[in-house]
């Protein structure tokens, strides 16, 4: 089994930043105590408050798909909008060089 990456890019609706990270500390040990989830991390934009990169590291891609499938996922996907400016992009991500 090969670890997916993942880098998701969010950006709030202005003057929302506060919901975001609100939400993802809630999600966050629900996020971890998932099987095959290795890291799920947030990061701020140092330069544009709105913005926020997703860190997410999975054992494999059925521990990827089996955490979208989650109710915690379900109940987050629902409410995203209500605070997000859009949807969130994925950036899946794999190892470069000879060690891989």
């Not at 494999?60 to 979208?68: K, P, R, Y």
Request: proline share 6%; glycine share 4%.
């Amino acid at each position: 089994m090969k670890e997916v990456n993942l880098l998701v890019l969010i950006e709030v609706q202005p003057g929302k930043r506060d919901i975001q990270i609100e939400a993802f500390e809630k999600l966050r040990p629900l996020v971890l105590a998932e099987p095959g989830c290795i890291q799920y991390e947030l990061f701020s934009d140092a330069e544009d408050e709105n913005k926020f990169i997703l860190v997410e590291q999975w054992a494999s891609e059925e521990a990827l798909a089996a955490h979208g499938k989650t109710e915690h996922m379900q109940a987050a996907a629902a409410r995203n909008p209500s605070f997000r400016a859009g949807p969130a992009r994925l950036i899946k991500m794999r190892p470069v060089g000879t060690s891989h």
